[in-house]
């Protein structure tokens, strides 16, 4: 082959002696298989050390790995493997492989852009999270210095995102944290009834359910916050997994999809659901499943089971994605000589 085009990765760390050998073979192999060395040290990320500190040297060469000890035999069986089905795939023209060659020679704006959303993806989703729940605990805090134009804007962002019924939701600056229906039963707290002199509310299809949710506060009360209880829970407990996971080096791994159901989804669908079918006023049902308003508390416990469920499950496997990624760039970059 008249033109070097293998790529052969090496992931190192400096001053290691084992590393240093395998780097004196390679050179050695050089002109029986001409190749382009991508030398990668472990130490630029840490997810890299963590899955080859155990294991350097460590070689890529197309679809073999080889890791340590790493023998010349071995290495010389590989290099020429890969030399070998490199040029076969060149011969035959596979376009697959056309496509992978041609993407590794060049280096885009988009492709430093992907590097740095895989690298930054845990600060972003941390700030966005932050942003979204520190919002609506913002309108409140709007409402009660006056600010009323800025806090109802809020409100009206966060409208089509979550019911704000009054009766399911915080309020700050008041004399309670919460106005419960009277239907939830619990003693020696007003409850959103007499609080606001709004009636009905037991029946789900009254149009004091819009004069609930349409409902923002007072100075006695305090004011809603524009997320209810459920939501702040949920949204909370995700930031604190973020912040969490991002504290312990991302190191946790994904939570299995059967905890996920059993700790996030189960106690969310059975507090949620069975009041909701429990207050549709179908006959049939009553006898089986009798009127229920959750509490404040049962919202808030299930809400944080399932956000915390459902971080500790997609947080670490999107970090599995984003290894790849930064995998990939680490050597795309290192054989254009950028950073």
Not at 19 to 30: G, W, Y
Not at 47 to 57: E, I, V
Not at 221 to 229: D, F, R, S, V
């Amino acid at each position: 082959m008249s033109e070097i085009t293998l790529n052969v990765t090496f992931y190192f760390k400096p001053d290691d002696a084992a590393c240093e050998e395998v780097r004196t073979q390679l050179a050695s192999l050089q002109e029986k298989f001409p190749h382009r060395l991508i030398e990668i040290d472990i130490e630029q990320d840490a997810a890299l050390a963590q899955k080859y500190g155990a294991d350097l040297p460590a070689i890529e060469a197309g679809p073999y790995t080889l890791k340590a000890p790493i023998t010349p035999q071995a290495l010389h069986m590989t290099l020429g493997a890969a030399f070998d089905r490199h040029g076969q795939l060149e011969r035959v023209g596979d376009p697959k492989f056309q496509k992978r060659v041609a993407k590794m020679a060049t280096l885009s704006f988009s492709d430093r852009f992907s590097f740095w959303i895989s690298k930054h993806y845990l600060l972003l989703l941390n700030l966005f999270i932050f942003l979204y729940i520190g919002l609506p605990f913002l309108a409140p805090t709007l409402m009660k210095l006056g600010a009323t134009l800025p806090a109802k804007a809020i409100y009206n962002i966060y409208k089509p995102l979550c019911h704000q019924f009054g009766f399911r939701s915080f309020f700050l600056y008041g004399e309670q944290p919460f106005y419960p229906l009277a239907e939830a039963n619990l003693n020696g707290t007003l409850t959103f009834e007499q609080a606001t002199g709004i009636q009905g509310l037991d029946n789900p299809y009254s149009n004091s359910r819009f004069e609930a949710r349409a409902f923002l506060g007072n100075e006695t009360m305090g004011y809603k916050i524009a997320l209810c209880e459920r939501d702040v829970a949920i949204y909370l407990a995700i930031l604190f997994f973020g912040l969490f996971y991002a504290a312990s080096g991302r190191k946790l791994k994904p939570l299995h999809w059967t905890l996920w159901i059993l700790i996030g989804i189960v106690p969310i669908g059975l507090d949620g659901f069975s009041q909701l079918f429990s207050q549709l006023n179908w006959g049939w049902l009553e006898a089986l499943l009798p009127y229920r308003e959750s509490t404040p508390f049962m919202r808030a416990l299930t809400g944080a089971l399932f956000g915390l469920a459902t971080a500790w499950f997609a947080y670490p496997s999107i970090e599995e994605s984003m290894i790849e990624t930064r995998q990939y760039y680490l050597k795309k970059f290192t054989l254009h000589g950028a950073e």
